[in-house]
């Protein structure tokens, strides 16, 4: 039999009707999985039998990036249907509801640039992404502590799509780590997912995953899947690699993955992040160029006032460039390839 309180198992729907928040409930479904509410965009997942793994899988930090969303809210349907049974503890969150409501990125401010406590300095909880950063970081320290006891792995995967196309189309973000070793079976996992291009950060950030990683130890990444496109013009095709692997985990069923081999993957460090000093700031190349192009060393990338921004390193490849941010942000990351030989745990 159905369920009665989330409407046609859609929970997504369900959430999008209720941006500012749901009343907890929960239930148990005829295979034993217990289903807790616990508010707008946040349901948990319990297996009679609790595995050994904390699995969050997060989409909609930014409220246009539609493919995570569209994936997540498959994987909670199909939960709720009973055609896919959790055999591990799964946190499913939708970040930012009213940001899809509104079909935008954000509503007053980058949702991912709030964890870690960014959303509590300087101004406050002044909005409610700042309040949204406070209650997802709540929600996952609760998931994480209440797990049983034993010896137990936690995950997070951040499900992004990129504003701008990309020389690599699915790429991942690994935190920076405090100098602790790179997961080989993690890099195995996302290469499952279809993702073979990492960037591993050198520096803290204000990022969902780095939260998970740095505050709760878990192994978390920033994914980013893609271009993004308007809810149901996903060619979702392009995305069966990483809906099949996340369902495996969650099912805890054979994950179809292959060695570490360095060779197949494009693994980058960031080399320098160029931030935007006065109003001046001005890109020199097209405005659709593609993350992660190279060019020749001695390029003029950029100028701000009197500086001028070269190609310095061969190699070097841009991401996420911005010339709208305000002054003082981040206008554009430029990365070089990297080994990891000897460094993975
Ligand atoms: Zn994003």
Request: glycine share 6%.
């Amino acid at each position: 039999m159905s369920q009665q309180w989330i409407p046609n198992d859609d929970f997504l729907r369900h959430t999008l009707n209720h941006p500012a928040g749901l009343s907890p409930c929960e239930f148990r479904l005829d295979n034993g999985v217990t289903v807790q509410v616990w508010d707008t965009g946040v349901i948990c997942f319990e297996p009679a039998a609790a595995g050994d793994k904390d699995i969050v899988l997060s989409c909609g930090v930014h409220g246009n990036e539609t493919a995570p969303i569209e994936i997540c809210a498959e994987l909670v349907q199909d939960v709720l249907r009973q055609k896919l049974a959790p055999k591990q503890r799964t946190l499913v969150l939708i970040g930012n509801p009213a940001a899809i409501n509104a079909g935008k990125r954000e509503v007053e401010e980058n949702l991912n640039r709030l964890f870690s406590g960014h959303h509590s300095k300087g101004a406050g909880l002044i909005n409610d992404e700042r309040k949204r950063a406070l209650a997802l970081e709540q929600y996952v320290t609760r998931f994480y502590q209440q797990a049983p006891k034993g010896t137990r792995k936690r995950y997070l995967y951040d499900l992004h799509t990129a504003i701008r196309g990309s020389r690599f189309e699915k790429f991942a973000v690994y935190p920076f780590l405090h100098g602790k070793p790179w997961q080989k079976n993690q890099l195995e996992f996302l290469q499952a997912c279809g993702v073979s291009t990492v960037l591993l950060m050198q520096t803290a950030a204000s990022t969902f995953s780095y939260y998970a990683s740095n505050t709760h130890g878990a192994d978390a990444f920033t994914i980013e899947l893609g271009k993004v496109r308007p809810f149901g013009q996903n060619d979702m095709n392009r995305f069966s690699e990483v809906r099949t692997s996340l369902r495996a985990l969650v099912a805890d069923a054979a994950l179809k993955t292959q060695d570490f081999d360095e060779a197949n993957f494009h693994l980058y460090e960031v080399y320098r992040s160029i931030h935007k000093q006065t109003q001046d700031f001005k890109l020199h190349f097209a405005d659709d160029v593609e993350n992660f192009t190279t060019y020749p060393v001695g390029t003029l990338l950029a100028t701000d006032g009197d500086t001028e921004y070269r190609v310095e390193q061969e190699g070097e490849a841009l991401i996420f460039p911005n010339a709208k941010v305000a002054v003082g942000q981040r206008a554009m990351l430029m990365v070089i390839p990297r080994s990891v030989k000897g460094q993975l745990a």
